[in-house]
T-cell receptor
Framework: DVKVTQSSRYLVKRTGEKVFLECVQD?????MFWYRQDPGLGLRLIYF???????EKGDIPEGYSVSREKKERFSLILESASTNQTSMYLC?????????????FGPGTRLTVT | DAKTTQPPSMDCAEGRAANLPCNHS???????VYWYRQIHSQGPQYIIH???NNETNEMASLIITEDRKSSTLILPHATLRDTAVYYC???????????????FGTGTLLAVQP
């Protein structure tokens, strides 16, 4: 079974802190994604990566950065956390070589910024 | 913006078929219809996809109208464990990072009643 794991299920941080959210997948997938999920807004794509050290902005990249130094790991970084970044963060992975390119999601990290 | 329209919520009796509708009137010829679901406190999970023919797998059936402007996901014998938010997504079936994105709307909350 494909497994996507996220470093924490729940996280509480203070405004202005630098926050790292880690995601690891074990299926050798090329593509990895970070979404945030807020009530009434559904899932929104923050960043995605289609190869090591490669990244592209999603729909809401402001206030976030990412790092992908190894194929299996994709990190989301909040340089200076703000209260409007309180949200559920979901990581996903997929392979462009495996039709139908389904995305496998981790369990999510619920981040609260106080 | 999501390119699909779904009802916000539906109820279904346990053991009965659940029929979840989705409108995608602006779908292009090269776009597929995907369905995912998200059980509470978990990440989304792929269910099924289709282009223009009806599809069936071990989880569900997908019926796409001839003009492809709408579709219906059918869970033939709903159980309490099928209570979840169901997302209908249209996406091109091409390779590459940019076209591998999923655009989630707010989905349909299916509540299976005992």
């Amino acid at each position: 079974d494909v497994k996507v794991t996220q470093s924490s299920r729940y996280l509480v941080k203070r405004t202005g802190e630098k926050v790292f959210l880690e995601c690891v997948q074990d299926m050798d997938h090329e593509n990895m994604f970070w979404y945030r999920q807020d009530p009434g807004l559904g899932l929104r794509l923050i960043y995605f990566s289609y190869d090591v050290k490669m990244k592209e902005k999603g729909d809401i990249p402001e206030g976030y950065s990412v790092s992908r130094e190894k194929k299996e790991r994709f990190s989301l970084i909040l340089e200076s956390a703000s209260t409007n970044q309180t949200s559920m963060y979901l990581c996903a992975s997929s392979s462009p070589l495996a039709w139908p390119y389904e995305q496998y999601f981790g369990p999510g990290t619920r981040l609260t910024v106080t | 913006d999501a390119k699909t329209t779904q009802p916000p919520s539906m109820d279904c009796a346990e053991g009965r078929a659940a029929n979840l509708p989705c409108n995608h009137s602006t779908i292009s010829g090269n776009e597929y219809v995907y369905w995912y679901r998200q059980i509470h406190s978990q990440g989304p999970q792929y269910i099924i996809h289709g282009l223009k023919n009806n599809e069936t797998n071990e989880m569900a059936s997908l019926i796409i109208t001839e003009d492809r402007k709408s579709s219906t996901l059918i869970l033939p014998h709903a159980t309490l464990r099928d209570t979840a938010v169901y997302y209908c997504i249209v996406r091109v079936g091409a390779l590459g990072g940019a076209t591998n994105k999923l655009i989630f709307g707010t989905g349909t909350l299916l509540a299976v009643q005992p």
